[in-house]
């Protein structure tokens, strides 16, 4: 009964169903919980906040604070400025963060509320105390999706607090994209066996990964600093991590501090890693990666080719945030995967064409699609099936209704854990991804396997 | 009262036992508080959500219909329209000439597709602001189509979620009184409240039909438009759920006289006074009822006692708190807890009006925190100087009971086992049981300071 998609495919122009995005907000709020000490802040009616404090909390299963302007009708006509008054009045006195990130919705937005000249007047009046930060990103729920929303709360990082005035050092930031604190944490491991000194911004690892203290800490220890922030003013590079994510950030920083910067896909899958380490070691003027990675490597390497029969040819139907879905592509057809669906909600024919160059002869045979949704993902594979799904959890409906292994990747994740624990970065992320496929397609193997088939030894 | 709660929230804070009780409530949050609070499009989708035939269109950008995307388990018996995620996905060019060509042909294009038999159009902020007529698209496509097509007037900031318990009433109660009502009992009711959470509204509906009561429509859990037509030729509407539906109510006694019941299916206590409730009221035309009614509970309750007292001989004395959306919930969490020989040290709600919680302070024992619209760092203080046994809320207090170490029971959307009449009074016990009871809590650094402390004292004994 819940599979209500009929086949054919019709034009549709008016209409969005089962969603492959969702709105800029939430995006930002996942950017600022990366800043140490911060709270974010929405500025918008009540529900907007609890709808993404619920959802983060779902995916993360870890508490999740963010304070709202509580807009009423008066605010809607009259404006939201006493509403930023009054919450940074109440957040400073009561909460103490460090900074106050503040996000627009798509109401406060379309009536114009004024941001930093609002932020600029409670400063003066003495309302933000001394030492302390408010800094804002305009993220109107209309225009982009979760991932511009990310973006441009990544880009308030560095244009409230980079700054020109450390001098010249040799170290590198890292934007490390909107992905999960694992993966924060994986990068920043990495950087570290590479010997680099390196900031990674934003970084939500011991934060939305904290361990269970027995006590509730509403700050918990991870998190950039804004001493860190300030600092990526003066570093000799910056290395952007997904494209739609992280690169206007990263140009943001070259403009105001002349960092230069160099935008390359999410380091997932061997072939993506090879390439970030790459820059790492042209950057550090190593030649070889140190030992224990090239194991990690080889590792990897060793599973990939182990098991590559199972995974040669066969059809994935892959969606989800543009960053995440290119470099997956670009992983799967390195493991000799055919990803003949490739789609995101978020649009930008930079993704399709990305994804088609990476495709190449192959791109004729797949569609490729942004502003697309899961409705007509399921549409096309009704119309020509897969042998495997991979993206976020919405996905499960198409999964069931045409009987096809499902492995979950991407945000948000809402009925499985481990995500947040096990990163998708690096050669290790590779293993915890080839592990999570060839398994999944193993037990399909086991479930459909007559009994004189059904075998021990896979 | 103490540092740890926001000076200007002081009056919405009461400990029992603390001077005369007084409240202040159903108040906007004070703005820039974490609060758990959500929008008037919440209020209205929850309500309207569980109905399953409908088309259910969120004319709006899309957070607001990504978040609400089947996250709520009310179950269908039948259609699972209500499961799906449809919207207008407003863009910069919608919000600059407005989004009613969009509406329109979403409209024409979904009832073409799916056959609902009714639709409702969800208003949220952005609609608000730019003005979209939302009546006059619903009218027009309710013409050309022949099904009811009613606007939901939920724009977020239009106040709380009550609000929208409001907005999605008045779009029910356009549906009433547009069925005929032949093949009505006089012996009949509406179920009005009730959202069928893992079923919770085939249980009520099996006991009704045991004592011979015929239930005319579910509003909303399983619900069908159909049956909201015609709902008003139902003898008595019974009404659980602090706000959500008594507007529909009241609407109802007002146009077609129809009296309501304010009832509860949670515990043992409420759940067996909502039935003598309405065993009274048909009492007059069907004498037998009573009898009928009392056997029901007899039977219900010989199987329910020997079972429930396994657990409460592990869960007496053990301390619990509850902060729930509405305080009604809260009364019957209040008595259940009692029953199992809990004690419950905090109890709040996110939309209480000044009646509830004097009636919460009534019914708790002296020293129970009362707490209104509360947030994170309030509660977890709460839970903490309180050293509560488990947490009873929704899906952002859980990850903070776990965090402290203490259990947790969800007695909101993600509810996984049915917690409404007798059986779910058992299914409550059980839940709370192993939840209190599980190992894992001795791990927790408090608890291992704790248990390292009992030990000791033992040993000195």
């Given at each position: 009964?819940?599979?209500?998609?009929?086949?054919?495919?019709?034009?549709?122009?008016?209409?969005?169903?089962?969603?492959?995005?969702?709105?800029?907000?939430?995006?930002?709020?996942?950017?600022?919980?990366?800043?140490?000490?911060?709270?974010?802040?929405?500025?918008?009616?009540?529900?907007?906040?609890?709808?993404?404090?619920?959802?983060?909390?779902?995916?993360?299963?870890?508490?999740?604070?963010?304070?709202?302007?509580?807009?009423?009708?008066?605010?809607?006509?009259?404006?939201?400025?006493?509403?930023?008054?009054?919450?940074?009045?109440?957040?400073?006195?009561?909460?103490k963060p460090d900074v106050v990130a503040v996000h627009t919705t798509c109401l406060s937005e379309t009536i114009g509320d004024d941001i930093p000249s609002i932020?600029?007047?409670?400063?003066?009046?003495?309302?933000?105390?001394?030492?302390?930060?408010?800094?804002?990103?305009?993220?109107?729920?209309?225009?982009?999706?979760?991932?511009?929303?990310?973006?441009?709360?990544?880009?308030?990082?560095?244009?409230?607090?980079?700054?020109?005035?450390?001098?010249?050092?040799?170290?590198?930031?890292?934007?490390?994209?909107?992905?999960?604190?694992?993966?924060?944490?994986?990068?920043?491991?990495?950087?570290?066996?590479?010997?680099?000194?390196?900031?990674?911004?934003?970084?939500?690892?011991?934060?939305?990964?904290?361990?269970?203290?027995?006590?509730?800490?509403?700050?918990?220890?991870?998190?950039?600093?804004?001493?860190?922030?300030?600092?990526?003013?003066?570093?000799?590079?910056?290395?952007?991590?997904?494209?739609?994510?992280?690169?206007?950030?990263?140009?943001?920083?070259?403009?105001?501090?002349?960092?230069?910067?160099?935008?390359?896909?999410?380091?997932?899958?061997?072939?993506?890693?090879?390439?970030?380490?790459?820059?790492?070691?042209?950057?550090?003027?190593?030649?070889?990666?140190?030992?224990?990675?090239?194991?990690?490597?080889?590792?990897?390497?060793?599973?990939?080719?182990?098991?590559?029969?199972?995974?040669?040819?066969?059809?994935?139907?892959?969606?989800?945030?543009?960053?995440?879905?290119?470099?997956?592509?670009?992983?799967?057809?390195?493991?000799?995967?055919?990803?003949?669906?490739?789609?995101?909600?978020?649009?930008?024919?930079?993704?399709?064409?990305?994804?088609?160059?990476?495709?190449?002869?192959?791109?004729?045979?797949?569609?490729?699609?942004?502003?697309?949704?899961?409705?007509?993902?399921?549409?096309?594979?009704?119309?020509?099936?897969?042998?495997?799904?991979?993206?976020?959890?919405?996905?499960?409906?198409?999964?069931?209704?045409?009987?096809?292994?499902?492995?979950?990747?991407?945000?948000?994740?809402?009925?499985?854990?481990?995500?947040?624990?096990?990163?998708?970065?690096?050669?290790?992320?590779?293993?915890?991804?080839?592990?999570?496929?060839?398994?999944?397609?193993?037990?399909?193997?086991?479930?459909?396997?007559?009994?004189?088939?059904?075998?021990?030894?896979? | 009262?103490?540092?740890?709660?926001?000076?200007?929230?002081?009056?919405?804070?009461?400990?029992?036992?603390?001077?005369?009780?007084?409240?202040?409530?159903?108040?906007?949050?004070?703005?820039?508080?974490?609060?758990?609070?959500?929008?008037?499009?919440?209020?209205?989708?929850?309500?309207?959500?569980?109905?399953?035939?409908?088309?259910?269109?969120?004319?709006?950008?899309?957070?607001?219909?990504?978040?609400?995307?089947?996250?709520?388990?009310?179950?269908?018996?039948?259609?699972?329209?209500?499961?799906?995620?449809?919207?207008?996905?407003?863009?910069?060019?919608?919000?600059?000439?407005?989004?009613?060509?969009?509406?329109?042909?979403?409209?024409?294009?979904?009832?073409?597709?799916?056959?609902?038999?009714?639709?409702?159009?969800?208003?949220?902020?952005?609609?608000?602001?730019?003005?979209?007529?939302?009546?006059?698209?619903?009218?027009?496509?309710?013409?050309?189509?022949?099904?009811?097509?009613?606007?939901?007037?939920?724009?977020?900031?239009?106040?709380?979620?009550?609000?929208?318990?409001?907005?999605?009433?008045?779009?029910?109660?356009?549906?009433?009184?547009?069925?005929?009502?032949?093949?009505?009992?006089?012996?009949?009711?509406?179920?009005?409240?009730?959202?069928?959470?893992?079923?919770?509204?085939?249980?009520?509906?099996?006991?009704f039909e045991r004592i011979g009561v015929q239930v005319v429509a579910n509003i909303t859990g399983d619900g069908r438009i159909d049956d909201i037509r015609r709902?008003?030729?139902?003898?008595?509407?019974?009404?659980?759920?602090?706000?959500?539906?008594?507007?529909?109510?009241?609407?109802?006694?007002?146009?077609?006289?129809?009296?309501?019941?304010?009832?509860?299916?949670?515990?043992?206590?409420?759940?067996?006074?909502?039935?003598?409730?309405?065993?009274?009221?048909?009492?007059?035309?069907?004498?037998?009822?009573?009898?009928?009614?009392?056997?029901?509970?007899?039977?219900?309750?010989?199987?329910?006692?020997?079972?429930?007292?396994?657990?409460?001989?592990?869960?007496?004395?053990?301390?619990?708190?509850?902060?729930?959306?509405?305080?009604?919930?809260?009364?019957?969490?209040?008595?259940?807890?009692?029953?199992?020989?809990?004690?419950?040290?905090?109890?709040?709600?996110?939309?209480?009006?000044?009646?509830?919680?004097?009636?919460?302070?009534?019914?708790?024992?002296?020293?129970?925190?009362?707490?209104?619209?509360?947030?994170?760092?309030?509660?977890?203080?709460?839970?903490?100087?309180?050293?509560?046994?488990?947490?009873?809320?929704?899906?952002?207090?859980?990850?903070?009971?776990?965090?402290?170490?203490?259990?947790?029971?969800?007695?909101?959307?993600?509810?996984?086992?049915?917690?409404?009449?007798?059986?779910?009074?058992?299914?409550?016990?059980?839940?709370?049981?192993?939840?209190?009871?599980?190992?894992?809590?001795?791990?927790?650094?408090?608890?291992?300071?704790?248990?390292?402390?009992?030990?000791?004292?033992?040993?000195?004994?």
């Open positions: 009964m819940l599979d209500m998609t009929p086949k054919d495919i019709t034009e549709r122009s008016a209409l969005r169903i089962n969603p492959a995005k969702t709105c800029q907000p939430i995006g930002a709020m996942y950017a600022s919980l990366g800043i140490h000490n911060c709270l974010p802040h929405s500025h918008g009616s009540q529900g907007c906040c609890s709808y993404h404090r619920s959802h983060l909390t779902r995916h993360y299963k870890e508490p999740v604070v963010a304070s709202t302007s509580s807009f009423t009708e008066g605010a809607a006509v009259f404006g939201g400025g006493p509403n930023l008054r009054q919450s940074l009045k109440t957040i400073f006195q009561v909460y932020v600029r007047k409670a400063q003066e009046d003495g309302i933000v105390p001394n030492g302390k930060f408010v800094i804002h990103a305009n993220t109107p729920s209309y225009v982009g999706s979760n991932v511009t929303g990310f973006s441009n709360m990544v880009k308030a990082m560095v244009d409230y607090f980079s700054s020109r005035d450390f001098g010249k050092s040799t170290d590198v930031n890292v934007i490390p994209g909107y992905v999960d604190p694992a993966d924060m944490r994986e990068m920043k491991r990495m950087l570290a066996e590479l010997g680099l000194t390196a900031t990674v911004f934003p970084d939500t690892s011991d934060v939305l990964d904290s361990p269970m203290s027995g006590s509730y800490e509403m700050f918990p220890k991870g998190g950039v600093t804004t001493e860190q922030l300030m600092k990526t003013g003066s570093a000799s590079m910056t290395l952007a991590l997904g494209a739609f994510a992280s690169e206007s950030a990263a140009m943001s920083l070259e403009s105001k501090c002349g960092v230069p910067f160099t935008v390359m896909d999410l380091p997932i899958g061997i072939r993506s890693t090879d390439r970030f380490v790459k820059s790492l070691l042209d950057l550090t003027g190593q030649i070889k990666p140190v030992a224990s990675m090239i194991e990690d490597r080889g590792r990897a390497l060793d599973m990939m080719t182990d098991m590559q029969h199972y995974l040669y040819g066969k059809k994935v139907g892959l969606y989800g945030d543009p960053d995440q879905v290119i470099a997956m592509a670009d992983f799967l057809i390195s493991a000799g995967m055919r990803p003949v669906y490739v789609i995101t909600g978020t649009p930008g024919k930079r993704f399709e064409d990305k994804v088609k160059t990476l495709l190449g002869n192959e791109a004729c045979r797949c569609v490729v699609k942004s502003s697309a949704d899961l409705f007509y993902l399921h549409q096309l594979i009704k119309s020509d099936p897969v042998d495997l799904i991979i993206g976020n959890t919405y996905g499960k409906y198409i999964a069931r209704a045409e009987d096809i292994p499902f492995v979950r990747y991407g945000f948000p994740i809402l009925d499985r854990v481990g995500h947040g624990f096990f990163p998708t970065f690096g050669y290790r992320g590779s293993i915890y991804l080839l592990t999570n496929i060839v398994n999944t397609l193993l037990d399909r193997i086991d479930r459909d396997s007559p009994e004189e088939r059904f075998e021990l030894v896979m | 009262m103490d540092s740890r709660i926001l000076s200007d929230r002081e009056k919405q804070v009461h400990v029992k036992g603390d001077g005369p009780f007084s409240m202040n409530c159903d108040m906007p949050s004070l703005a820039g508080a974490v609060s758990q609070r959500a929008c008037v499009f919440c209020g209205s989708r929850v309500v309207l959500y569980p109905i399953a035939d409908a088309l259910h269109l969120v004319h709006g950008p899309i957070g607001c219909a990504a978040y609400t995307w089947d996250i709520r388990g009310a179950l269908s018996s039948g259609p699972e329209l209500h499961r799906l995620s449809f919207s207008t996905d407003l863009q910069e060019k919608d919000v600059i000439f407005g989004g009613e060509k969009k509406l329109y042909s979403a409209l024409r294009e979904l009832i073409e597709r799916h056959n609902p038999n009714g639709a409702f159009v969800y208003s949220t902020c952005i609609v608000g602001i730019i003005g979209d007529d939302l009546q006059a698209v619903c009218q027009r496509v309710s013409q050309e189509t022949g099904i009811p097509v009613i606007p939901v007037q939920s724009e977020g900031f239009k106040g709380n979620k009550r609000a929208g318990y409001n907005a999605a009433c008045n779009a029910m109660f356009e549906l009433v009184g547009t069925r005929p009502t032949d093949d009505i009992s006089p012996v009949s009711l509406n179920i009005l409240g009730d959202f069928n959470l893992a079923g919770e509204i085939w249980i009520i509906r099996q006991y709902s008003h030729g139902a003898a008595l509407n019974l009404v659980q759920c602090s706000g959500s539906t008594m507007d529909l109510a009241i609407m109802m006694e007002r146009q077609y006289g129809i009296p309501f019941l304010k009832v509860s299916y949670f515990g043992v206590e409420d759940m067996a006074d909502s039935l003598y409730r309405v065993a009274n009221f048909f009492k007059e035309i069907r004498p037998a009822i009573i009898d009928r009614t009392r056997e029901l509970v007899r039977n219900e309750l010989n199987r329910l006692y020997p079972e429930l007292e396994r657990y409460r001989k592990d869960l007496n004395g053990k301390k619990a708190a509850i902060y729930v959306g509405g305080a009604f919930k809260a009364f019957s969490l209040v008595k259940a807890f009692r029953l199992i020989g809990m004690d419950v040290s905090l109890v709040g709600s996110q939309t209480g009006t000044e009646e509830d919680y004097k009636e919460l302070y009534e019914i708790t024992d002296p020293g129970t925190i009362i707490v209104d619209d509360s947030n994170p760092l309030e509660l977890s203080n709460f839970l903490e100087e309180k050293d509560v046994d488990i947490f009873v809320g929704g899906v952002k207090e859980r990850p903070i009971a776990y965090k402290l170490g203490v259990g947790f029971c969800d007695h909101n959307h993600e509810r996984k086992e049915p917690l409404e009449g007798f059986v779910g009074m058992l299914n409550f016990a059980r839940e709370v049981h192993s939840t209190v009871m599980s190992p894992v809590w001795r791990f927790s650094p408090r608890r291992v300071s704790q248990h390292v402390h009992n030990e000791r004292s033992l040993k000195a004994v």
